[in-house]
């Protein structure tokens, strides 16, 4: 996660991982789908993120460009 990058304006910490996307498990998702998901400017999501210590939170992210 890059310092003042949109993932970490919104919480997202560097080493998380992504868990589950709106209460489905990621590895349920193709490549392809989560790039097209995480495109959709201004639409907000569910995330559950593990933390490096192995700890789970959910956040609610809006998406948004990059660049």
Do not use: C
């Not at 989560?34 to 400017?41: K, V």
């Amino acid at each position: 996660v890059l310092p003042d990058s949109p993932a970490n304006r919104q919480g997202i910490l560097g080493g998380e991982i992504i868990r589950s996307i709106n209460g489905q498990m990621s590895t349920a998702y193709q490549y392809t789908e989560i790039f097209q998901l995480f495109r959709q400017e201004g639409k907000t999501i569910d995330l559950e993120l593990e933390q490096t210590s192995g700890e789970r939170r959910i956040v609610t992210v809006t998406l948004s460009k990059l660049i």
